[in-house]
Each structure stands twice: as C-alpha cells, then as structure tokens.
C-alpha cells in the first residue's frame, strides 16, 4: 500500500491562537504597536546625514508637541545589547529632549542595516527644506545600501533605476549629488550656503583635496566663488596637473561676464544732498552726471594750463 505525503497548508496564520480570532481581531495583531519608549534608550542613527536645526521650524514643532503632543510615532530598530536605534524621528526626540519629556511614542521594528538605512533616508527626504550636502550624502548611504542588498541576494551588477532611489529627483541629479560628497567640508557648506551653485560645485568636487583647499583659501581670502565657466577649466587644469597657486589665483580674479562691481555709499549720507522723496535710482542717475561733469571740468583746467 503507497503512503500518502501529508501536506502542510498554509492558512497565512502566526500562531495556533490566531486560528480562533475574528478577521479584525487578526487585523489588528499586525498592526504596527506603538510604545512610550524612555527618551534615554533612544539613540541617532549611525551616520545620520540630515541636520537637526534649532530653527523656526523646530521652534514650531515644539509648540505643536507642548500643545497636543507627538502626533506621529517616531520608528526605532532593537539595538544588540539594549536600547533602540532611531531611524525616523530625530528632529522629534530634539523636540522631546529640549522640553524635558522623559519619554516618546516609538513603533519598534527588527530591520537589517540595509533596510533601515533605505527606510531612514526614504523617511527623510521627505521633508520640505532639504540642504543639497543632506540629500548627498543619504542618496549615496542608500545606493551603497542597495547595492550591498544585490550582492547579499546573489544579484552581482544590477543597476538601480531612479525610481528605486527617488520620488522627485532624475537619475542625473542623483548622480550630480552625490559627487559632492567628494568636495571638503568648507567648500560643501558654501554649496549648503548657496553661494556655489550645484552644477558648478560638482566640477569642483572632481579636484584632489589638496586642490580645493587650495582654492578655499582663494575664494575664502578674496571672497569670491566659480562660475561653471571657471569650475570646468579648474578640473581641467587639475586632471591636466596645471593647477597652482599662482594659475588659481589668476584665473579667479577674472571678472565673470554677469559680474558687476558695485562703490557701497551710505544712503544716509547721499540723503542729504537731496530731497526726501528722491528715489535710489534718481540719486545714482545724478551721481553718475555730476562725475561727469566734475570729469569735464578737470579736463578743461588741464587744458587752460596747457595754454598758458
């Protein structure tokens, strides 16, 4: 007589408890729970590339917690040996911290370092003020993150599609962000300060360090900064081993085609010479016609003395 394999079919369910539970009973087993986690168990994430600010919005989202308290629950990762890993939520627990709160609703979840960095990042990016060496640096600890995904999953080589890294940003501007992370800290904070535009910085970064120190105490000591003009002929002097002191600093003072130098007079002083109601435009229209009629008198004095 031939015996009959037994099967084990698979009802979707945890445990032999849930077998007796209600659909919403089962429902609610998976939802997420939500635990009043002690703030001092709760630790930044390793590496956190986004800025906690005691800014305006922060000043906001203090007041919102003192007023109705945290409305959604940070997340958190189980770290070995005690304690949480926060993944989202840190500008909260700043918040949480700074009024004297002992404790902070948390959804606790096991993920590997791969997921909970991708979970991190995600979770960030979409904030509405995102500073271009935050969105650098987490575009880079995610890729990385995806890539070591692939090779633990036997998939060698895959390529990420821009959709698998962003909601919002093209595969190129990805790209474009993450070369900053090459670019020293002095010249990336100009970039976080808008005075080099992205396009330019990302030339930059393709500069040895030794050189963009180089050119930081240029633009630092005569307060100037690249055009992308400039940016693309300094990487070339670079990758062509031109670049010295002496060739920056020539190529820096160079007035850009939509630079225009300005002479800073204080307005209450031209203000006297004038009536009050006489706009800034009016004022500089008549400085510029009394130089030149203070030029042309100059000039005809210089001629009566030549005559003599």
Sequence with gaps: MMKLKSQTIDLGLSGYDELFMTEQERADTRKP???KLPIS????????????????????????????????????????????????????????????MDTMPVIVRKLTDE???????????????????????????????LKHQGKSSGQLGQKWSRDELSDTDSGR????????????????????DARIALTPAVELSYLQPSEQEMLFSVMDCDEVTPSLSQAQRLRRMSEEQRFTDSAVMQLMSEVKGNQVEYVKVPVDKLRSFFRPDTSMKQMTETLVKAMDFYNKHLERQRRDRDAR
């Design 173 to 192: 501007q990805i790209q474009r962000y993450i070369r900053l992370t090459n670019l020293i800290p002095e010249i990336l904070q100009m970039v976080d």
């Design 41 to 100: 168990e709760l630790t930044p994430f390793k590496n956190h590339p986004f800025k906690v600010k005691n800014d305006a919005e922060m000043a906001e989202l203090m007041k919102s917690i003192a007023d109705a308290g945290v409305l959604s629950p940070a997340l958190a990762r189980p770290k070995e040996g005690g304690g949480y890993e926060l993944i989202s939520g840190h500008r909260r627990l700043a918040a949480c911290k700074a009024l004297g």
């Design 115 to 145: 997921e909970a960095v991708i979970t991190m990042v995600d979770s960030n990016l979409q904030r509405e003020h995102i500073l271009p060496s935050e969105k650098a640096f987490a575009y880079k600890m995610k890729l990385d993150a």
């Design 33 to 35: 729970k939500v635990e």
